[in-house]
């Protein structure tokens, strides 16, 4: 029996939380093409006779400007502590100028001094002759143990992806159930789906200054869960935005959102939403803690 930790971090908007979910084969952790989309460290795991990989998806590493980029950085250094390898992802569009970025990003991670393995994403965008000279540019940056080129979104080369990380996976018992996939409870991913879908509607400054808290989450006698979301924002302006033109922007975060936590929790879903206004909620370390953030 095989069985241990692989933290999978890199820059922001790299795809870590789209292959976690291909890994994994459920979508546990939201995605969308806004940097900084994860807040947290994400377990998903995947079990099978022989072995059992626990990826732990975390936050893009960048420099925080507030105190919830400061719980982020720390969720990424407590991520990478006591694992067996880490999955170090980069977008294959990286410029030039943007390998420094890289190098900084990998130098940070050094101290946990296990094998690295580069997962180049994205080669679904990219003819594969351009694809040389940047795997050639990444090799230098560090001592990397493999280097994979991939597509999580289009599924190419994770089989052979996945056979390497268990390599690097050492002798030992499983840690969860088989039919566990992830470590984050009901609500958490409840929030999160109207959290992805508040990001995919809303546009410029807003989406980073979004949180959602479930208020109530009851299931009913007929089966069907009735849940009370608040959205969070930071300026009354913002507030407006998204509620939209006679709630339409609201209604539609709510629809896309229900569909999904529909099919998650197999049930029929009441979801009602509230916008709430929480001024420079990103500096103010209780309500942080008070939405969930350990
Ligand atoms: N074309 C293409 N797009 C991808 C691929 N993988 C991810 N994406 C897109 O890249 C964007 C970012 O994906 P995420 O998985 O949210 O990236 P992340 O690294 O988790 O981002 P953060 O959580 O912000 O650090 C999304 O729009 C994805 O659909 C891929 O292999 N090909
Ligand atoms: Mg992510």
Not at 6 to 27: F, H, W, Y
Not at 89 to 100: F, G, L, S
Not at 183 to 207: G, M, T, W, Y
Not at 235 to 244: E, M
């Amino acid at each position: 029996m095989k069985s241990g930790f692989i933290a999978i971090v890199g820059r922001p908007n790299a795809g870590k939380s789209t292959l976690l979910n291909r890994i994994i084969g459920e979508k546990v952790a939201i995605v969308s093409s806004k940097p900084q989309t994860t807040r947290t460290k994400i377990l998903g795991v995947k079990s099978g006779e022989d072995y059992q990989l626990v990826l732990i998806d975390t936050p893009g590493i960048h420099k925080p400007h507030n105190k919830l980029g400061r719980r982020m950085e720390k969720y990424i250094y407590t991520a990478t502590q006591d694992i067996d390898a880490l999955l170090y992802v980069v977008d294959c569009n990286i410029k030039p100028e943007e390998t420094e970025l890289e190098a900084e990003a990998l130098s940070g991670l050094k101290a946990s001094g296990v094998p690295v393995i580069l997962a180049v994403n994205k080669i679904d965008t990219m003819p594969r002759l351009n694809l040389l000279p940047v795997l050639d540019r990444l090799k230098d940056l560090y001592d990397f143990s493999d280097i994979v080129p991939i597509s999580a979104k289009e599924d190419e080369n994770l089989d052979e992806l996945f056979l390497k990380l268990k390599e690097f996976l050492p002798e030992g018992p499983k840690f969860f159930p088989d039919d566990t996939i992830t470590d984050q409870p009901e609500r958490q991913i409840v929030s999160e789906f109207i959290r992805e879908k508040a990001l995919r509607l809303l546009n410029r400054e807003i989406p980073h200054g979004i949180a959602v808290e479930i208020e109530k989450m009851q299931k009913k006698k007929d089966g069907m869960y009735e849940i009370l979301a608040a959205i969070y924002c930071e300026k009354q302006s913002h507030k407006g935005i998204i509620i939209g033109k006679g709630g339409a922007k609201l209604k539609h975060i709510g629809s896309l959102a229900r569909a999904d936590i529909e099919r998650f929790l197999g049930a029929k879903v009441y979801l009602e939403l509230w916008v709430r206004v929480k001024e420079d909620w990103r500096n103010r370390e209780n309500f942080i803690s008070d939405i969930g953030f350990e």
